[in-house]
């Protein structure tokens, strides 16, 4: 056990300098071809023109503080909105940007603020759940790898550290065999060995939420603890399910449940868990928000067959096999990490203008719903 444990020291010692090479090579491999700056007529925005517009939004929206915090050689967006004079019940916390390669994820947030300030969307309707509804944002969680990613290594998940900052949270977090940081789903040297998630779990425990989101992409999903085991939460089930299958039927027709059970494959050490067994968050999801459209079919008829079955409603049903035989997302490695950077900017992310465009305003009137029918339900529990 001691060599064991002085063997895993010895490899997340070297485990940053070892992936910044690979880093590079795949970036020399690979070229400008795949740069974010080809993506920009989609409609997506670099590191730098996201704290750009952040800036100017915090300006002349009301109710909108920004305030970036430095996490070891990273620095984040954190970005708070309350309606003047208001005293909502509840309180939303939102993680976005943890894996790199998921572009989509920031720029979801982006389009969610600018509903929130009214400049997109139903503005009546945003104003009218900031009566009872506030938002803290980790806009842009992982900064510096996202960078890296838009000029051109768009497979990249990990941190600089090559640690998968939803793998480094404490429930459920288990050591990780010699080497294998080079999957980029190492969940570090120990439970918040790194500075994103310590500054992470600092947030969300000062902000006490009562409605925890985290927002990948990959495939789509909607999803609820238990991630790092195959069962499902008792507390507060049914409320929680309730949301999902509201929100899920309206804006995505996907897989939806108990995540570790419905995905059939365990995730260990994610935010999700912890948010919601530490601090007792009473709602707390995963919503994974894009995925490949030649996929769209399969998953709205796992969707069916879940709404049809009331035992998969209330616990989650793992989804078939073939489902992740093929490839892998954001939640499930199952061959491997993919390698192309054109593939995996198109596995992650819309390719499109028009299915960007619809993306992030899919998912701001989504997290809307979540929101609105969180203190909805808040109200009628006697919160």
């Known amino acids: ?11 997340f010692s070297c485990t940053g300098a070892i992936v910044r090479q690979q880093h590079a090579f795949l970036h020399a491999a690979h070229g400008q071809s795949s740069g974010l700056l080809q993506r920009q007529e989609y409609g997506y925005h670099s590191t730098d023109e996201i704290h750009q517009e952040l800036v100017a939004l915090s300006s002349r929206c009301h109710g909108m503080t920004l305030d970036t ?21 509840n309180k939303n916390f939102m993680l976005f940007g943890e894996h790199a390669r998921e572009l989509i994820s920031p720029e979801s947030s982006l389009h969610f603020i600018k509903t929130l300030c009214g400049e997109t969307g139903d503005n ?12 803290q944002m980790v806009v842009n969680a992982n900064p510096e790898s996202r960078k890296a990613v838009e000029q051109g290594d768009a497979c990249l998940r990990s941190n600089p550290n090559g640690v998968d900052l939803n793998r480094n949270w404490a429930k459920g977090w288990e050591p990780v065999a010699p080497f294998a940081f080079m999957s980029q789903t190492s969940g570090g040297e120990k439970p918040f060995s790194e500075p994103e998630t310590q500054l992470f779990k600092e947030l969300v425990s000062a902000y006490k939420p009562t409605m925890f989101l985290s927002i990948h992409s990959g495939t789509k999903g909607m999803y609820m603890p238990w991630a790092f085991n195959g069962t499902a939460t008792t507390r507060n089930q049914a409320a929680m399910l309730d949301v999902l299958n509201a929100v899920d039927k309206n804006h995505c ?4 449940g108990a995540m570790g059970k419905a995905l059939g494959y365990k995730c260990d050490g994610t935010s999700l868990d912890w948010v919601y067994d530490e601090l007792k968050t009473p709602y707390a999801f995963t919503f994974e928000i894009y995925g490949p459209p030649s996929e769209n079919d399969g998953l709205r008829d796992a969707w069916r067959k879940q709404t049809q079955t009331a035992g998969a409603f209330y616990q989650g049903q793992a989804l078939h096999p073939l489902h992740f035989s093929e490839r892998q997302t954001d939640l499930v490695q199952v061959k491997g990490e993919p390698s192309d950077a054109g593939h995996c900017f198109s596995l992650f992310n819309p390719d499109s203008k028009a299915t960007y465009d619809s993306t992030v305003q899919t998912w ?12 909805a339900n808040m109200k009628k529990q006697g919160f």
């Open 253 to 256: 027709e996907c897989p939806f």
């Open 364 to 375: 701001s009137a989504a997290y809307l719903d979540t929101a609105e029918l969180v203190a």
């Open 1 to 11: 056990m001691q060599f064991r444990s002085l063997l895993l020291l010895a490899c």
């Open 124 to 135: 009546d309707r945003a104003s009218r759940i900031l009566k009872d509804s506030e938002f």
């Open 69 to 89: 915090k430095q996490a070891g050689s990273q620095f984040i967006d954190v970005v708070t909105i309350k309606a003047p004079g208001s005293k909502p019940l």
